[in-house]
């Protein structure tokens, strides 16, 4: 079947510009995870929904990041005034939120700043 | 919060030995523990798991040991294969947040 997808795959904007970010999961996938992931690092939790609510959004590193999953399927991480640190690559995962645990990784999106 | 700490940052093998990475975990109540494979410029791919209640976990030429009282956990890969040259991630899972943390990674080189 299907895996995660993610759009775009690649997004280069220039510092201050809102951007969005969006995630398919796999079809029937409750538990939805964004990461982001610098060179050279491992992937860094951003936020996790649980169906269409946030049930840990801890990661989010500050008020200019959002991300909404309004109909518990696709997700959307929004980003708001860019700045050159939040250039990355963006991941999505996708579990069936309960046991067995296994997450699976979208391809990401690589945002670039300018 | 939970914090993984992951070693050898680098390893370089000879074709056919055997490569352990070594992660340590500080949240005695994470009870998941999934190793991921990442090559340049692809998406973390999960090659084997283990949950708290087992010791040891094997697939293949694949391993991974469990020890809940010293809370670290290892990845064993037996036989290398230039294939399995990338970028390893060990990940535990929050028990009450249900986020994963991973660690910082293991850049692994088997040479042919």
């Given at each position: 079947g299907a895996g995660v997808s993610q759009t775009p795959s690649n997004k280069v904007t220039e510092k201050g510009k809102y951007v969005e970010l969006r995630c398919d999961p796999i079809s029937g996938h409750t538990a939805l995870y964004w990461y982001r992931q610098s060179l050279g690092q491992?992937?860094?939790?951003?936020?996790?929904?649980?169906?269409?609510?946030?049930?840990?959004?801890?990661?989010?590193?500050?008020?200019?990041?959002?991300?909404?999953?309004?109909?518990?399927?696709?997700?959307?991480?929004?980003?708001q005034r860019t700045e050159r640190g939040d250039s990355a690559v963006y991941l999505c995962a996708s579990s069936s939120g309960q046991g067995p645990y296994e997450q699976y990784f979208g391809p990401g999106t690589r945002l670039t700043v300018t | 919060g939970e914090n993984v700490e992951q070693h050898p940052s680098t390893l370089s093998v000879q074709e056919g030995d055997s490569a352990v990475i070594k992660c340590?975990?500080?949240?005695?109540?994470s009870n998941y523990f999934p190793?991921?494979?990442?090559?340049?410029?692809?998406?973390?791919?999960?090659?084997?798991?283990?949950?708290?209640?087992?010791?040891?976990?094997?697939?293949?030429?694949?391993?991974?040991?469990?020890?809940?009282?010293?809370?670290?956990?290892?990845?064993?890969?037996?036989?290398?294969?230039?294939?399995?040259?990338?970028?390893?991630?060990?990940?535990?899972?929050?028990?009450?947040?249900?986020?994963?943390?991973?660690?910082?990674?293991?850049?692994?080189?088997?040479?042919?």
């Open positions: 491992g992937p860094e939790f951003l936020i996790y929904f649980q169906g269409t609510g946030a049930a840990d959004d801890s990661g989010l590193p500050n008020d200019r990041f959002f991300a909404v999953r309004p109909e518990g399927s696709v997700s959307t991480l929004k980003i | 340590t975990y500080s949240d005695s109540a190793w991921y494979k990442q090559e340049l410029g692809k998406r973390p791919q999960l090659i084997i798991d283990i949950r708290s209640n087992v010791g040891e976990k094997k697939d293949q030429r694949i391993a991974v040991t469990l020890n809940k009282t010293a809370k670290h956990f290892s990845l064993h890969i037996t036989e290398t294969q230039p294939e399995d040259s990338a970028v390893y991630f060990c990940a535990a899972r929050d028990n009450y947040g249900q986020n994963f943390v991973f660690g910082p990674g293991t850049r692994l080189s088997v040479l042919p």
